[in-house]
């Protein structure tokens, strides 16, 4: 009698049908898309200690403190600095240091610090802005402690003559608000508004001046403040009554106009103002000085007082102020003074290269993943303005990933063509940002890309027959041989196990197979005579 032996290799493991990837790329489809849509808003007073509260995140987004540790939550700061710190135990957001407005935000009426909170399993980010409202912690202050104004006697009342003015490092109320000036018979006060809103003064002339009956007056100008309480600083002005100059300076302009690039070195000539007076001997000799110009602006030009050239002193930043205005005065030696303004556009460079901003440095897809499936998230941002601010993406080298742009400065990486574990097991892809700026610059970045095994592959033995012999009226589990077979896959897909798959012409079968190691074993004695073979 004979028979034929037949075995089956089985590996543990599931293959992903059609309608799991679906679902698969429902899901993905629907963590990744909102990544921009949420947006959290707070508001936190300045000087608050380290470890301040800003916010329970977990409370704002209706997700419990275990959810966001399990998801990873994390803070990704925008711009340098990070100064929020999550803790995803509790889903309390806080500070990581004191914040100090005036320091944060000097040049702004309003202080905004942005965040992003990014969470995993599914891929979300969310965006946060942090308002730093100011708190009335500085007094105004005078640049000088006295200020010397010298009239004519010969000026009418209704003169009007424009006073240093007071800087005050808070903003919104808490900034300079008003002036006053201490009780007198000759002078009231006149309070102007700037385009910038900052408050300015002018001594206004009520009634004539007689320098032999008194050759100076004394008064005290007050700068407050809108805090609760508020604030004040005081400066002494001494107004010295000058005799007769019967001509001021006339500036050659009104308004000067300039255009500066922002790298242009210290000392680089801006422009040279001109101011003539008539007059002759000291009463002729013009000088020249910065007046009420904002302290960043003073401290970027430097002016000299004989022969009004205006030259760069600083590091000018377009990113950080676009324009600058300065008021200049021109004064004779008989104390009559005129006034011109200084308008001076900072012309943009490309001094600054994008930025990629990863939400993180590695990510895992499934090898039968989709093509068009999300893999990562990045932004890209350049401070620099125009062309020089607009960046293109682009992957480089033959991987199987493409960009999408999303939205806002933010872009996806997709795959882009089918994936298959076996042959690539993981990627290195590299993101470059370049600007349109002359000359171009650029960044680079790189997210590690592996990918997850799939049950795709079935086991395949080493041999498609096995021959094996045995002499009769052997002893039961005999050893005679063994059977191998191999799967590409790995960890639990990749596991095998044996059976025995049918043994034919018996009722009871005559060897085992070893489950684990394929070793094949003589389960009962064979008689020759009656079967010769399997």
């Known amino acids: 009698q004979q028979g034929r032996l037949l075995c089956r290799g089985m590996a543990s493991g599931r293959r992903s049908g059609g309608g799991e990837r679906q679902v698969l790329l429902l899901v993905l489809y629907m963590c990744v898309c909102p990544s921009g849509a949420e947006r959290l808003r707070y508001s936190l007073e300045e000087e608050m200690a380290r470890d301040s509260l800003v916010a329970n995140v977990a409370q704002e987004l209706g997700l419990s403190p275990g959810q966001l540790a399990a998801r990873r939550?994390?803070?990704?700061?925008?711009?340098?600095?990070?100064?929020?710190?999550?803790?995803?135990?509790?889903g309390i957001l806080t500070v990581t240091e004191t914040l100090d407005r005036e320091r944060l935000c000097s040049q702004s009426e309003s202080c905004t610090l942005s965040f992003q909170i990014f969470l995993e399993n599914p891929m979300q980010l969310i965006r946060g802005?942090?308002?730093?409202?100011?708190?009335?912690?500085?007094?105004?202050?005078?640049?000088?402690?006295?200020?010397?104004?010298?009239?004519l006697e010969t000026e009418a009342p209704g003169s009007r003559f424009p006073l240093e003015?007071?800087?005050?490092?808070?903003?919104?109320?808490?900034?300079?608000?008003?002036?006053?000036?201490s009780p007198n018979s000759h002078f009231s006060l006149a309070l102007e508004t700037g385009e910038d809103g900052a408050k300015y003064a002018e001594l206004v002339l009520q009634r004539q001046l007689d320098r032999e009956e008194q050759r100076e007056l004394h008064l005290l100008l007050t700068a407050t403040d809108g805090g609760s309480p508020p604030r004040s600083g005081t400066a002494q002005v001494r107004v010295v009554v000058l005799d007769a100059n019967d001509n001021?300076?006339?500036?050659?302009?009104?308004?000067?106009?300039?255009?500066?690039?922002?790298?242009?070195?210290?000392?680089?000539?801006?422009?040279?103002?001109?101011?003539?007076?008539?007059?002759?001997?000291?009463?002729?000799?013009?000088?020249?000085?910065?007046?009420?110009?904002?302290?960043?602006?003073?401290?970027?030009?430097?002016?000299?007082?004989?022969?009004?050239?205006?030259?760069?002193?600083?590091?000018?930043?377009?990113?950080?102020?676009k324009r600058h205005k300065l008021v200049v005065r021109a004064t004779d030696g008989g104390g009559l003074s005129a006034h011109c303004k200084v308008h001076v556009e900072v012309l943009d460079v490309n001094d600054n290269a994008p930025?990629?901003?990863?939400?993180?440095?590695?990510?895992?897809?499934?090898?039968?993943?989709?093509?068009?499936?999300?893999?990562?998230?990045?932004?890209?941002?350049?401070?620099?303005?125009?062309?020089?601010?607009?960046?293109?993406?682009?992957?480089?080298?033959?991987?199987?990933?493409?960009?999408?742009?999303?939205?806002?400065?933010?872009?996806?990486?997709?795959?882009?063509?089918?994936?298959?574990?076996e042959t690539t097991a993981?990627?290195?892809?590299?993101?470059?940002?370049?600007?349109?700026?002359?000359?171009?610059l650029s960044a680079r970045a790189s997210i590690w890309v592996r990918l997850a095994d799939v049950n795709d592959n079935a086991p395949r033995f080493t041999q498609r027959v096995y021959s094996m012999?045995?002499?009769?009226?052997?002893?039961?589990?005999?050893?005679?041989?063994?059977?191998?077979?191999?799967?590409?896959?790995?960890?639990?897909?990749?596991?095998?196990?044996?059976?025995l798959a049918a043994a034919e012409g018996s009722e009871r079968p005559a060897v085992s197979v070893d489950a684990i190691s394929g070793a094949v074993s003589v389960v009962r004695p064979l008689d020759y005579e009656r079967e010769r073979a399997l």
Request: with cysteine; proline share 5%.
């Open 73 to 90: 939550a994390r803070v990704v700061s925008e711009g340098s600095g990070q100064r929020f710190r999550l803790d995803p135990g509790s």
């Open 165 to 181: 003015s007071a800087r005050d490092k808070d903003t919104g109320k808490n900034g300079l608000q008003n002036y006053s000036l």
């Open 355 to 421: 930025e990629i901003a990863l939400t993180s440095l590695s990510a895992s897809i499934p090898e039968d993943a989709p093509p068009r499936t999300v893999v990562a998230l990045f932004s890209v941002r350049d401070r620099d303005g125009g062309d020089n601010g607009r960046a293109e993406c682009a992957i480089e080298g033959d991987v199987p990933f493409s960009l999408a742009a999303a939205s806002d400065g933010y872009y996806e990486v997709r795959s882009s063509a089918a994936l298959d574990r």
């Open 248 to 321: 001021m300076p006339v500036f050659s302009r009104e308004v000067y106009e300039v255009r500066v690039a922002e790298n242009s070195p210290p000392g680089q000539l801006v422009l040279r103002i001109s101011a003539t007076d008539p007059d002759e001997g000291t009463n002729g000799e013009v000088r020249y000085t910065i007046t009420q110009t904002s302290e960043g602006s003073r401290q970027l030009f430097n002016l000299n007082a004989d022969t009004g050239e205006i030259r760069i002193s600083g590091k000018l930043d377009f990113e950080e102020a």
């Open 129 to 151: 802005e942090v308002e730093i409202r100011d708190v009335n912690n500085n007094s105004p202050v005078f640049p000088q402690k006295e200020m010397v104004v010298e009239i």
């Open 426 to 440: 993981e990627y290195n892809v590299s993101i470059t940002a370049t600007d349109w700026g002359a000359p171009r």
């Open 469 to 499: 012999a045995v002499s009769e009226n052997e002893a039961g589990a005999l050893r005679i041989g063994s059977v191998k077979a191999t799967d590409a896959d790995v960890g639990a897909n990749g596991h095998v196990s044996y059976a």
